[in-house]
């Protein structure tokens, strides 16, 4: 036996030595599923500025808004800046993913101040203030802080909601985005585990869990990852966001988004993308016929993160229940789009009538690398109608405000 | 309508070079004047992007990066003396490297830093971009024993992407690749 593998081992090192260049070696989860042809592409993600950059640094002036609208900065030195939540006295909670803090951010009126509320944990990346606690979703769990706005100083224990939901701390889109439903439930993700792999059980789904007995549900599957999600103030349906997968050129697929009008909905990973083009590996298992479409394509690798429904009274009243949602790419495109907010008008019966640009001018060079200065995360309507919207890559809340 | 930034905002001052410069003469001990370091154990950080400079900085003080050395003096940082010392030494001109990779090794170089992914992020001519460091004629034992570090789980990068490409990599190809990558040119 040791000499047949002797000989196995011989013949394969021969057969190395005979070829002209080296076999490609297994590649990083991030470059999985790239076709040959692909191997020597240099596109990349990109990684946010961990110290956070200043806005004085930065072209914030480039930023443009529609007619009457105003952009501004609204606070910064929040490193890695993600998902908002707003506090009942007004407090704005901020989640990061690459780094392990949630900040507080205080209003004073004519200045903000940020504090660094939690330290150390495992990308809290997912954040919901409701009834006086706030809610954090890591990584591995979802976590409970009670009467946080009275003790942003001195913040009580966790207390856990649920545990155990990344048992084995492997590579892939297992950062949680974090929602609280109409029906008082937490919505969350649970992402594929690579770019495009067979899921497992609960993976590459939406899931929800009763924060008073920990039990879960499963909301949706076929997901392959959606950091974004909101309930429709008129029918109480969830809307979410989807990433849809890499490496398969510039033009597919389309990420998406998405209504969940029944439980058990699928959405058709790894097997469909953008609920009418075959995934060219998986694609031969199930037809797109079996699964539910998107409502609306937003364009391919722009990354959608964010979403909320407007419900506000400062915008004008076309705004009223419009979609805005924050595109954080492209990286996976030659020719680099996205990193607006764009605006979505729904009609009377929840179809797409409109999906335009809000707000631009993060996007600098669509062929430079990197081809933007900042990258919109998440937006929040804020109690006098106002908008804000996180860049990561900055640590930078922008304040968008309307006036005649 | 344009944006009218900035008059809400807290101060958050900018990334200053010339800060950076006062506060860098302790860097220098090690890393070399101006930061091109002529020890092969300390890697030279002239001239290397900004944003990798920062990066490394904020590693040592959050601990995912550990050294007996960086540990204690990024412990007392800011974020914006890091900026203001990434401004700073990513201004500086890169010192050509004293090393001379053997004939061999420089031929097999290419292709290995090919096969094993190098180039995709640190670019064909190894210079490094954003939060990428520069490989090209950096010090050879720095390097070493960072790929040793990657493939052993003891160094570890933000976002794992090193730690993974390691993992494949065997002593030969470490020394092959390192030999390379510390005699290529700077610029």
């Known amino acids: 036996m040791i000499k047949v593998l002797a000989a196995a081992v011989l013949l394969a090192f021969t057969a190395a030595q005979a070829q002209d260049k080296p076999a490609a070696a297994p590649p990083p989860s991030w470059k999985q599923g790239m076709t040959p042809e692909q191997a020597e592409s240099t596109l990349h993600p990109f990684l946010i500025e961990v110290t956070g950059k200043a806005a004085k640094d930065l072209p914030v002036d480039k930023l443009k808004v529609p007619a009457g609208f105003k952009v501004q900065v609204w606070a910064e030195g929040l490193p890695g800046a993600r998902s908002l939540a707003l506090g009942d006295k007004g407090t704005v909670f901020v989640g990061t993913r690459q780094l392990k803090e949630v900040y507080a951010v205080i209003d004073h009126g004519d200045r903000r101040e940020v504090k660094t509320l939690l330290k150390g944990l495992e990308s809290p990346n997912g954040i919901v203030f409701n009834k006086g606690a706030l809610y954090i979703a890591e990584h591995h769990r979802i976590t409970r802080y009670d009467g946080i706005e009275s003790r942003l100083d001195n913040p009580p224990d966790a207390k856990i909601v649920v545990d155990g939901l990344d048992p084995d701390n492997q590579p892939g889109h297992f950062w949680k985005f974090l929602a609280m439903g109409p029906d008082g439930k937490l919505y969350f993700n649970i992402g594929a585990p690579g770019n495009i792999v067979m899921p497992s059980y609960m993976q590459a789904s939406i899931m929800r869990v009763d924060p008073k007995t920990g039990v879960i549900e499963t909301v949706a599957l076929g997901v392959r990852n959606s950091v974004g999600f909101d309930f429709n103030p008129r029918t109480k349906e969830l809307w979410f966001t989807n990433h849809g997968r890499d490496w398969m050129g510039d033009h597919l697929p389309n990420d998406t988004l998405h209504r969940v009008s029944h439980k058990g909905m699928n959405f058709g990973y790894p097997f469909c993308h953008q609920g009418d083009t075959p995934d060219p590996q998986y694609g031969k298992y199930h037809s797109c016929k079996e699964f539910d479409p998107p409502v609306l394509k937003l364009g391919p690798h722009v990354a959608p993160i964010g979403m909320r429904f407007y419900t506000g009274k400062m915008f004008p009243a076309e705004y009223q229940n419009n979609i805005f949602i924050a595109l954080r790419g492209s990286w996976n495109r030659t020719v680099k789009h996205g990193y607006n907010v764009m605006r979505v008008v729904l009609d009377d019966r929840g179809k797409v009538t409109k999906y335009e640009p809000f707000l631009t001018g993060f996007l600098v060079d669509e062929k430079a690398d990197p081809p933007m200065w900042g990258r919109p995360n998440d937006v929040m309507v804020m109690r006098d109608g106002s908008m804000l919207v996180s860049d990561d890559q900055n640590g930078i809340i922008y304040r968008i405000s309307y006036a005649k | ?187």
């Open chain 2, 1 to 187: 309508m344009a944006a009218a930034a900035l008059a809400l905002a807290s101060a958050v001052s900018a990334a200053d070079p010339k800060e950076g410069e006062a506060k860098a003469a302790v860097c220098f001990t090690c890393h070399g004047q101006g930061g091109n370091s002529t020890n092969p154990a300390v890697p030279s950080i002239a001239g290397q992007p900004a944003q990798f400079i920062s990066t490394s900085l904020y590693m040592f003080r959050e601990g995912n990066r550990k050294d007996s050395q960086m540990s204690p003096i990024a412990a007392n940082l800011s974020n914006t003396e890091m900026n203001d010392l990434a401004a700073y030494f990513s201004a500086q001109k890169p010192a050509p490297s004293a090393h001379r990779a053997s004939a061999d090794n420089a031929r097999a170089g290419p292709d290995l830093a090919q096969k094993f992914n190098c180039t995709q992020c640190h670019g064909a001519r190894m210079l490094g971009q954003q939060h990428i460091p520069r490989l090209a004629g950096q010090q050879f034992e720095y390097l070493r024993a960072q790929l040793r570090g990657f493939k052993a789980g003891t160094r570890i990068d933000l976002d794992g992407k090193m730690s993974e490409s390691a993992q494949v990599l065997s002593d030969k190809d470490i020394e092959i690749l390192v030999d390379y990558l510390a005699g290529l040119g700077v610029q």
